[in-house]
């Protein structure tokens, strides 16, 4: 069992939509990161939020850190192609000093 | 490019074969953590280091699998009497010690394992 679920598993849009996925947890969080990775890479850093009610910017991706560091989600306008992913969101909790606990990820498909 | 490195990036193995991965973290970094990661699954964490101190293991560590940092730069993972279940990306992080451990961290590309 995951400590974060990740809203959807998959999700595939076309090129200018916009999307959202989700990160849940019934766990606090002193902090959160979203990761995107492609086939056969490791993962790479977007974002780290802190801060509970944190919105941060990103050119066309907002993430949001939920009010009590519980939850956060990531809004991508006008997607493109070079969007297409696999977004992971990973949660360090305030006694793991350093682990990072996955969710098992959202694949996003975008189509031109 | 003064990324996390890691090495080899693939690694076929018959079952039985005792197998090594190495990592070197970015230059300036004093934790560094390995993960393991399967098909459709995000990536689970096996152990990190503080400069050469060992300081935790998952319980996904068995006793086949050990890590060293002997110098407090780049680290090994070992496995040894392989399995078909030790089939997965193992990946390297590493990160700046700070307070509360909320540093970010910066993964490798990691290394594929494939057990015949």
């Known amino acids: 069992t995951q400590l974060l679920e990740q809203s959807p598993q998959f999700l595939s849009i076309q090129e200018g939509e916009n999307l959202t996925v989700y990160c849940n947890s019934s766990?606090?969080?002193?902090?959160l990161q979203w990761y995107r990775q492609e086939p056969g890479e490791g993962p790479v850093l977007l974002v780290t939020?802190?801060?509970?009610?944190e919105v941060k910017k990103l050119k066309r991706l907002t993430f949001q850190f939920g009010d009590a560091r519980k939850d956060s989600s990531l809004h991508i306008t006008a997607a493109q192609p070079g969007d297409t992913g696999l977004y992971l969101c990973a949660g360090m909790t305030t006694d793991s000093w350093g682990k990072l606990q996955f969710g098992a990820g959202t694949q996003v498909v975008v189509t031109p | 490019d003064t990324g996390v490195s890691q090495n080899p990036r693939h690694k076929i193995t018959k079952r039985g074969q005792n197998v090594t991965f190495r990592c070197d973290p970015i230059s300036e970094h004093n934790r560094l953590y390995w993960y393991r990661q399967t098909l459709g699954q995000g990536p689970e964490f096996l152990t990190y280091?503080?400069?050469?101190?060992?300081?935790?293991k998952s319980r996904l560590l068995s006793d086949r699998f050990s890590a060293e940092r002997p110098k407090g730069s780049f680290s090994t993972l070992e496995i040894q009497r392989t399995e078909q279940g030790d089939s997965a990306m193992y990946l390297c992080?590493?990160?700046?010690?700070?307070?509360?451990?909320?540093?970010?961290?910066?993964f490798g590309d990691g290394t594929r394992l494939s057990i015949l």
């Open positions: 939020v802190v801060t509970g009610g």
């Open positions: 992080a590493s990160s700046l010690g700070g307070a509360g451990g909320n540093q970010p961290q910066h």
């Open positions: 280091f503080q400069n050469e101190a060992q300081l935790e």
């Open positions: 766990s606090v969080f002193s902090s």
